[in-house]
């Protein structure tokens, strides 16, 4: 049976955001994720989901300076000390917050740029994530974005993530397989969940192609999650997406998961 993650960056935004994990439990959940933690003090999160007897799934390392472009630092060649900076910073709040799970965020390759050196600095600082993380049972995870939603990322396909996770070569370094970035990218999602299945260990879910609630659009859910149930994933499934209106409102497709 599937087990699903309120993402409080997208979902209940009709309150702020420390009222969204009083809202997502109320509504059922019983875990949450978010983007980023870091405007809050870690110990004002962690009685939040004390409180409300919530499991923190997952969070990401900080995005560098969105308003410039920025999406992450762990990719950019210069960068290196500050992108360790910001790797160390979300261990420090994993382990606050019991969070087994750390997306690094790559970065934004300019077109013109090196793309190997990206690549190669990327892989660097994804080892030191790895083995500053892996003696607390901390898996780093590294996600495909798609270039409709963030152009020149540096990489978008599931085949480059797990060529990447070959290249990075470290046991707690695993595939956050999104499957709205991997439908607009890749398609054949059963192909995807099928072939990877042992090398994604977080799941993020919306509709393709407008990202709203995932009973909506072209991918089929309900056959994903019972495929996902067949290959033995036991993870979380992140529910990354923008309600249509309402969060409450468009809950009706996961009632039948949380009620069960």
Known sequence: MPKFA???????NEVPFLARFKAAADAGFKAVEFLFPYDYPAD???AQLQQHRLHLALFNTPPGQPL???????????????????IDRALEYALALNCSSIHVMAGIVPPSADRAAYQQTFIDNIR????????HQINILIEALSPQVKPHYLFSSQYQTHELLS???????????DLFHAQLVDGNLTQLIEDFAGRYAHIQ???????????????NYTYLFDLLNKVG????????YHPKTD??????????YLNS
């Not at 990719?75 to 500050?82: D, F, H, N, S, W």
């Not at 994933?233 to 990354?240: A, F, L, N, P, S």
């Open 205 to 219: 879910i919306a509709s393709a192609p407008h990202r709203h609630e995932p009973d909506d659009g072209e991918i």
């Open 68 to 86: 410039s472009g920025e999406w992450g630092l762990a990719a950019l060649p210069g960068r290196e000390a500050q992108a360790r900076q910001d």
């Open 167 to 177: 290249l990075i070569d470290r046991g707690n370094v695993f595939m956050q397989l």
């Open 247 to 256: 969060t409450l409102a468009g809950l009706g497709w996961i009632k039948k």
């Open 6 to 12: 309120a993402n409080l960056s997208m979902l209940f």
């Open 233 to 240: 994933y036991q993870g979380w499934i992140g529910c990354e």
């Open 44 to 46: 004002q999160l962690a």
């Open 128 to 135: 030191y994530a790895a083995e500053k993380c892996a003696p």
